[in-house]
């Protein structure tokens, strides 16, 4: 059996590192937030210009060790705080010049076993990126069949969720399934007709669980809201995101909020609630992604999407219409267990 890693042999490699640099250059000094610090890639670079102050956020209490290690060094100009990035406004005031979200695992939380993340483990069904008291084992065995299959459907656009939810719950009736591997076995039997050979069988179905677990979603809408809000005209939203349902959410609030939707055509009269929706200056619906040299070196690169935003004033009304668009996540996340 192979045994749990620590994170100093698989260190995470920093997904898009000098896109994120040209981006949002530090050379011009300022407040970065960086909301997913993980191996610490992004504030470790940012660092290095000297008039740069940066906030680290990350849920994981794993990374304390590499934030405590950059505090010290960086006295007046790191600090990092343990929480939720959708608490962010808890932590910092407004005037901030730069928010960094890079979303997902880091290769830290995916290489180590005993998380429960990677479908090469044989650990228990954990699944918990930190902050929250849920665990795959409670979900996989909690949930009623058809909210399973919900889920696994929707959450991880699984197209045999339907088979998969019934052997899950069919195989518990006899044992509580605990493990990872026992969850791996019975996705690889639901799907014994239709394996795609390019993505591992069971990566849409733990995807589902893991966004279940971590309410990943939620989190990402208050915390582009939140981070909208604290940000000073002229400020950047980057947004590193790895599936479509993320970039999806991503793309609608760049676009729906900017400068573009104001005046759909010139024969319409401005409309003032619209206006007061306006967040970013004219947005431009372009996806940033990993250059060749960087592929290369880091395959999990492939997935990743940058897209960025640029705010236009420093006032923020509720997004009411954001919460509405997505709610189909939003109401199975919020599922009892
Ligand atoms: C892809 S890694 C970031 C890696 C980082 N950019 C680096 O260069 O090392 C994502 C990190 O974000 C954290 N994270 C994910 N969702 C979060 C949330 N809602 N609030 C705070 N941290 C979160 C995870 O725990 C993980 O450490």
Do not use: W
Not at 21 to 34: A, E, N, Q
Not at 61 to 90: C, G, P, W
Not at 170 to 192: F, P, W, Y
Request: with cysteine.
């Amino acid at each position: 059996m192979k045994t749990q890693k620590s994170s100093l042999e698989s260190p995470h490699f920093p997904v898009m590192l000098s896109e994120i640099i040209r981006v949002c250059s530090p050379s011009k000094g300022g407040l970065f937030v960086d909301c997913t610090f993980g191996g610490g890639g992004y504030s470790k670079a940012i660092l290095k210009f000297p008039n740069t102050k940066v906030i680290g956020i990350d849920r994981d209490k794993e990374v304390l060790s590499i934030a405590k290690n950059l505090e010290s060094q960086f006295k007046k100009r790191f600090k990092f705080y343990q929480i939720k990035f959708s608490q962010m406004d808890t932590v910092i005031e407004n005037n901030v010049d730069t928010i960094i979200f890079d979303l997902g695992l880091s290769s830290m939380q995916l290489n180590n076993f005993k998380r429960g993340f990677s479908f090469k483990s044989k650990e228990k069904l954990d699944m918990s990126m930190g902050l929250t008291n849920l665990s795959a084992q409670k979900v996989i065995n909690t949930l009623s069949e058809s909210n399973l299959k919900l889920i696994i459907k929707v959450l991880g656009e699984e197209r045999e969720a339907s088979k998969i939810a019934k052997n899950i719950v069919k195989e518990r009736i006899n044992k509580k399934i605990t493990r990872v591997d026992e969850l791996v076995k019975i996705i690889e039997k639901s799907k014994k007709n239709n394996f795609s050979n390019k993505i591992n069988p069971s990566t849409k179905t733990f995807q589902a669980i893991r966004i279940f677990v971590n309410k990943e979603i939620s989190e990402l809408m208050d915390g582009i809201s939140k981070a909208t809000k604290l940000l000073k005209p002229g400020g950047k939203i980057l947004i590193v995101s790895f599936h479509s349902i993320e970039d999806k959410i991503v793309k609608f609030f760049f676009s729906n909020f900017s400068k573009n939707k104001s005046n759909p055509s010139r024969y319409l009269p401005e409309n003032k609630m619209d206006e007061e929706l306006i967040f970013f200056e004219k947005y431009v619906n372009k996806v940033i992604k990993a250059s060749k040299l960087e592929l290369i070196k880091n395959n999990p690169s492939r997935s990743a999407k940058l897209r960025y935003a640029i705010r236009s004033k420093s006032e923020f009304s509720y997004p009411k219409n954001f919460y509405q668009k997505f709610s189909q996540y939003l109401n199975l996340e919020a599922t009892n267990v």
